[in-house]
């Protein structure tokens, strides 16, 4: 692959981990809340993603970052 390919790739993985990252931890902070009668409780529904948003965030962007030293060392040959 050429310098510009790896680029691409090394991009558009980080800021696809980048965004996996965010998702994350707003699937974790993020409460739904309900109201009855007056009364109102929170509920986290998407606390079940965080975790797996987390994992596939950071793969992403070690892949990423190890494809953009792969590009700048394509560039220097």
Same mark, same amino acid.
């Given at each position: 692959?050429?310098? =510009?390919?790896?680029?691409?790739?090394?991009?558009?993985?980080?800021?696809?981990?980048? $965004?996996? $990252? $965010?998702?994350?931890?707003?699937?974790?902070?993020?409460?739904?809340?309900?109201? &009855?009668?007056?009364?109102?409780?929170? =509920?986290?529904?998407?606390?079940?993603?965080?975790?797996?948003?987390?994992? &596939?965030?950071?793969?992403?962007? +070690?892949?990423?970052?190890?494809? $953009?030293?792969?590009? =700048?060392?394509?560039?220097? +040959?």
């Amino acid at each position: 692959m050429k310098y =510009e390919d790896w680029k691409y790739l090394g991009t558009i993985c980080t800021v696809l981990g980048g $965004l996996l $990252l $965010l998702g994350g931890a707003i699937a974790y902070i993020f409460p739904k809340t309900y109201s &009855f009668w007056g009364l109102q409780w929170a =509920e986290y529904p998407y606390r079940d993603y965080a975790i797996p948003l987390f994992i &596939f965030g950071v793969i992403l962007l +070690v892949i990423g970052i190890v494809t $953009l030293d792969r590009a =700048e060392k394509e560039k220097n +040959v």
